[in-house]
Nanobody
Framework: EVQLVESGGGLVQPGGSLRLSCAASGFIFSNYGMMWVRQIPGKGPKWVASITSGGESTTYADSLEGRFTISRDNAENTLYLQMDSLQPDDTALYYC?????????????RGQGTQVTVSS
């Protein structure tokens, strides 16, 4: 059974940083691209960033590149999202998701999410 468990969310002031983690199990982690998506109440999920299976290539939503960094540790079956210079508009529920086979922008499984709130 595929399981993705996010952690690391919380309340942070504008300009602050958070590092999200996603522990993966139930599949061969190093065989799949991974991504982060985020969602605010009443809106559909929005893609944040993707990383290839080996971690050699990353892509980001235009508005986030330079502030967010996606990475992975295949030895630990863990995906990360480093978020810097956080702004109130970054407030959302953040999910990690497994990319569909041979894709990087569509997913087949996602976790339950971790809440990020940016507020003073």
């Amino acid at each position: 059974e595929v399981q993705l468990v996010e952690s690391g969310g919380g309340l942070v002031q504008p300009g602050g940083s958070l590092r999200l983690s996603c522990a993966a199990s139930g599949f061969i982690f190093s065989n799949y691209g991974m991504m982060w998506v985020r969602q605010i109440p009443g809106k559909g999920p929005k893609w944040v960033a993707s990383i290839t299976s080996g971690g050699e290539s990353t892509t980001y939503a235009d508005s986030l590149e330079g502030r967010f960094t996606i990475s992975r540790d295949n030895a630990e079956n863990t995906l990360y999202l480093q978020m810097d210079s956080l702004q109130p508009d970054d407030t959302a529920l953040y999910y990690c998701a497994r990319a569909k086979h041979l894709e990087l922008y569509a997913y087949d499984y996602r976790g339950q999410g971790t809440q990020v709130t940016v507020s003073s």
